[in-house]
């Protein structure tokens, strides 16, 4: 039973966009706190953006901000990460992370249990 689903990911060059997409089979979805990670080769897994059940709290790790947006639809049960002006350091697996939680999410991998099989993105220069 799949639960986390990404889609989107493919390669762009730098300054280009890509759109990132996971559709969960969660339930309450609104239950859940969402989360974008990446891995890049030889890399620990880092925490790129999270987003609370009702959008109304967001995270992005540094690296990203101002280029990448999180968002997500209660009604469709997903959670997207708009990626614009991307850079090569972008290239990485993207994987969605999923929590029940209320109010911020955490923000370290060790804390999400549920994760898609994720989706890689490459920049190239």
């Known amino acids: 039973q799949v639960q986390l689903q990404e889609s989107g990911g493919g390669s762009v060059q730098a300054g280009g966009t890509l759109r990132l997409s996971c559709t969960a089979s969660?339930?309450?979805?609104?239950?859940?706190?969402m989360a974008w990670f990446r891995q890049a080769p030889g890399k620990e897994r880092e925490g790129v953006a999270t987003i609370s059940t009702g959008g109304g709290d967001i995270y992005y790790v540094d690296s990203v901000k101002g280029r990448f947006t999180i968002s997500r639809n209660n009604y469709f049960n997903t959670a997207d990460l708009q990626m614009n002006m991307a850079k090569p350091e972008d290239t990485a697996t993207y994987y969605c992370?999923?929590?029940?939680?209320?109010?911020?999410?955490?923000?370290?991998?060790?804390?999400?249990?549920?994760w898609g099989r994720g989706t890689q993105v490459t920049v190239s220069s």
């Open positions: 992370a999923a929590k029940r939680q209320l109010g911020p999410c955490p923000r370290l991998p060790s804390e999400y249990s549920l």
């Open positions: 969660l339930y309450p979805y609104t239950a859940y706190c």
